[in-house]
Structure formats: C-alpha cells, structure tokens
C-alpha cells in the first residue's frame, strides 16, 4: 500500500509540473540536444515546409503536400493574424524536407521504410528520410516539438534527432460490425494513429452481430446483414475514402472477413452458405458456421475474395480462423456423414483445417498475403512459410509461451493479447500496455526476429462512436510506445510525463482523450 501512495504521489507531482516543451510521443530513438540549448523562433505568416535541393520527391508530391497542409493547420491555427512576431531571436522560416527515394504514389508495406533525421540548428530546420513515409513520422515528430511561450511566440529547441520503428507492424483495430462505427468516426481515429505513429488500421469490418460492407459482387450481404441497408453500411466510396485517407499518413489497411466462424450476419444475405443445425433428426432453424462441404461455399468464398482482395490494395489479407463452434457441425447428419467418408473420426479440428486449408489456396491463388487468428496454428492447419499467426489469447497456454511456438515452428507473429483495450479497468491500465515486452519469450535470436510486431485491439461490445476516442486514446499510446520505440525506454514516471502531454496535445488537436490522472492542460477539450 505504502508503495502504491508513493506512486500515486509521484504522478500528482509530475501533473501539476510544467509541461516539458520537447517531449515526444513515442519517444525517438536518439535525441541530442546542444550543450547550450538555444531555440529558433518559428514566425507563422511566413513559416512554410519546403523541399530539399536534391530530393528525390518535390512539389506534386501528394503524399507530403497534404501533410504540409495539415501539419501548418495543426502548429499555427491559433495563430492570430495581427499577432506581433517578436524582432529578436534567430526566425526559422521554412522546415527543408529531403526525400532519398522517389515514390509519392504507392501505398505503405510491410517494408516501408520509416526512418528520419532531424535537425534543429541556428536557422535551420531540416528533415531528411529514405521515403516519404519516414517523412511523415518525422513531420509528426517536428509538431510535437514545437511550442509557444507566454506571449504567444511559437519556437522549436535546438535539438538533432535519428529515429526508426523498432518493429514494422504496428497496428490497431477497430471492431465495425458490433457497433456501426460513422465513417468520420474511422478517419478521426487514423489521423490519431498517424500522431502515435502507428501504421496498419486493422479493419475488422463484418461479424456476427452485422454486415456493414457493401460488397458488389454480392449486394444482398449488407441489405440482409447490416443493422440497417441504408445507414450502418460501408459503401465503396466510404471504403476507398477510408483506405486513401489512411495512405496519405502512411498507414495501411488491412481488411479482416473472418470465416467459417463469427459469420452469422452473412447467412441472410447468402442462403445456403452456413450450416442448418439440427435438433435430433429435424432442423431446429438455426444456423452455425459457414458450411465446409459444400462446392457451392467455395465458388461464394472465392467471388468474395476475389472482389475483397481488388477493393483493399495492402498484400495481406486478415483471413480470423478463430473460435469456431462445432456443436452446430456436429448436430448436422450430413456434416458427420462427410466428416466418415474422410476419415475424421470426431476429430473436428480437422474439418476447420479441411475449410481453412481451401481458403488458404484460393487467397493465396489471388496474389495475396494472409493474416490468421492462433487457432489456425493451433490446429495443425498446413500453412504457407509465409503465414503471419496474429497471438490473441491470454486464457490456457500464457501467450508468451505461444509467440515462442509459433516463431519456433518458422511462422512470423503477431502480438495483441495483453492489449485488448475495450478491457478496462479503473485506474492506470495504460501502465499494464506500456509495461509489455513482446520479445519476453524463450527463443532464438532468429525467432525474436521473426515477431514483427503487434496490435492494440478495440472491440465493440461495448464500444461505439460514443465512447470509442476517450477508450482508445491516450491508452493505445502505450502500446504505439512499446512498438516503436527502443527496449530499454520503460521508466514508468518519464512515460507518465511525456504521455500527459502528449494527451494534452491530443486535447488542443480536437481529439476527446481521456486524463491520466489528476492535473489539467493548458488547452482544454473544447468541442462542447
């Protein structure tokens, strides 16, 4: 108890200090600062990013011309026009942005290349990357770096900093089908993402409870399956603003369509795609799982794939495989008759594996990369090399024990089992996120390198546009630290320092994210 006060004192003083000037969430790499300090002042009328002499990319450049936009926007809205720019001081009027490698139309990979440099030094801002996407981590660093004394002058310390993520997957997911989630709702939540440095939206657009996606090839899924064909759905302008909008701050969009299981919602819209349950020998008029035995199944998977895999540009697919319930293929006579004609026994398992192994080939034939739940692995499914197995569960075997597993057997991993965000519990649960180390497992160097990162996951049982940004937020900037940011930056209390400032930040940017603890912002949320 005496250890927890003492704690909770720490925090209390760290709340009613003054905000640091320079704090950077997530922390970067390597940050120096020169012995004598100094700042450049930073006059708004005239400040401008500009490019670099020699870099690869220039004005045209989408990517980088939107983001100047946003990020002049978010440093100097406040900014009065009248406002008197003090004579004295070195003024820093552009930011030079240098870019090594042409490409400004693409969109983000597993291996984009993240890393920047910046400089602040007497008059002279300069921010040097491979790609346009280490760019845009570093323009985020440079807004988070700039602040505004008493009299209202805007200045960045001097200060030189050389950052790189520490892992290259570094996602969150939002749950679209237990609650509608608006569209504005979703872009807000990816501008947020860009500000943590976060780089794959984990869409996990369809489930049980709904059908929100609006699918071409077959419209009668979200006209039978969304909470309502009109209002809760996804159109193909929402999805391709969606992906757009997240490509223009470097992240990527992985659509999750979890099959055989958690597809109830498909059912009305696809007849005869999941399994009839029985009660003794009658149908009782309820339906399971997406029905394995089928030839008709498979021709519907692949068309919906196929439409899937040309509407959501990234490699990889999420394809679930996770908790699928057998009572319902087990009441069926047919099912069983199947499952005795291919010699399974009442090893159903391996009926899971005959489907999963089918989608596998047909994703796989349509050029695409897969993404799968633990249970696919857990259950012998025979999987690509180049499967990535996503670890969520906490119940049963301890999850490190399962990344250990899985690395061990050759496969990449995923890790968001202790980063189920929609748990919550009173108090500091940001601490439990922050305090994980994703590569804690027995293994080889080779195995640890075979995790590539993980994911915060929000799922939507008791979650929607309501209440979503002050659960997420700054919470998933714990998880956003761990992923990015080196191994040995763990010191609790300079966490808590930086990330109530950076909460702080995220307040004056118009986004609804919830205290720490006690203490105050200088700007208070103020869309009200």
């Not at 002049?72 to 406040?78: K, P, Q, R, V």
């Not at 240098?98 to 030094?121: H, I």
């Not at 966490?495 to 994210?513: N, S, T």
Request: proline share 7%.
């Amino acid at each position: 108890m005496a250890a927890g006060r003492a704690l909770l004192l720490l925090l209390l003083l760290a709340a009613l200090g003054p905000e640091p000037a320079a704090a950077v969430w997530p922390q970067p790499q390597a940050e120096r600062s020169p012995p004598g300090g100094g700042r450049c002042l930073l006059p708004p009328r005239r400040f401008r990013f500009s490019y670099a002499a020699g870099s690869a990319v220039g004005p045209g450049c989408a990517v980088l011309e939107a983001a100047f936009q946003r990020y002049w926007a978010l440093l100097f809205a406040a900014a009065r026009p009248t406002e008197n720019e003090q004579p004295w001081g070195t003024p820093c009027t552009q930011l030079l942005v240098y870019v090594a490698l042409p490409g400004c139309d693409g969109f983000p990979s597993l291996d984009s290349k993240e890393s920047y440099k910046l400089s602040v030094s007497e008059g002279s801002l300069l921010l040097s990357a491979d790609a346009v996407w280490g760019a845009l981590r570093g323009l985020e660093t440079f807004s988070q770096l700039v602040g505004r004394d008493e009299n209202g002058t805007y200045y960045i310390n001097k200060t030189e900093i050389v950052d790189f993520p520490r892992f290259p997957h570094r996602g969150l997911l939002l749950d679209t089908s237990r609650h509608y989630l608006p569209l504005k709702a979703i872009l807000e939540t990816l501008d947020v993402m860009a500000y943590n440095k976060f780089n794959v939206f984990h869409w996990h657009i369809v489930d049980d409870p709904s059908f929100p996606y609006e699918s071409w090839t077959f419209p009668e899924l979200s006209k039978q399956g969304a909470f309502n064909a009109m209002t809760h759905v996804y159109t193909d302008a929402d999805v391709q603003m969606v992906i757009e909008y997240a490509r223009l701050r470097g992240i990527r969009v992985i659509a999750e369509f979890d099959t055989p299981g958690h597809t109830l919602s498909w059912g009305p819209g696809a007849p005869g795609l999941l399994t009839p349950c029985y009660f003794g020998k009658d149908p009782s008029g309820t339906y399971g799982p997406i029905n394995p035995i089928l030839n008709s199944t498979y021709e519907f998977v692949t068309s919906l794939f196929q439409e899937v895999s040309a509407v959501f540009p990234d490699f990889f697919l999420h394809l679930g495989g996770d908790e699928v319930d057998f009572t319902c293929w087990k009441s069926n006579p047919k099912i069983r008759a199947f499952m005795k004609e291919m010699g399974f026994g009442e090893d159903y398992k391996k009926l899971e594996s005959f489907y999963i192994q089918k989608l596998l080939d047909i994703v796989y034939s349509l050029g695409k990369g897969y993404i799968v739940w633990q249970e696919v692995f857990d259950n012998g499914v025979k999987l690509r090399p180049d499967t990535i197995i996503h670890v969520w569960k906490e119940n049963g075997m301890p999850y490190m024990e399962e990344m250990a597993n899985v690395t061990k057997a050759g496969y990449r991993a995923l890790l968001s089992a202790p980063w189920y965000l929609n748990h919550i519990s009173y108090g500091q649960d940001w601490m439990a996120a922050y305090e994980v180390e994703p590569l804690k497992f027995e293994g080889s160097p080779e195995q640890k390198d075979r995790v590539i990162g993980g994911e915060a996951c929000m799922w939507g049982e008791y979650v929607d546009v309501t209440n979503l940004a002050p659960r997420l937020w700054p919470r998933a900037g714990a998880v956003a630290e761990r992923l990015w940011s080196n191994a040995t930056v763990r010191d609790l209390q300079d966490a808590y320092v930086r990330l109530a400032d950076f909460r702080c930040k995220l307040l004056g940017r118009g986004i609804q994210a919830q205290p720490l603890y006690v203490g105050y912002c200088e700007n208070e949320f103020s869309r009200f």
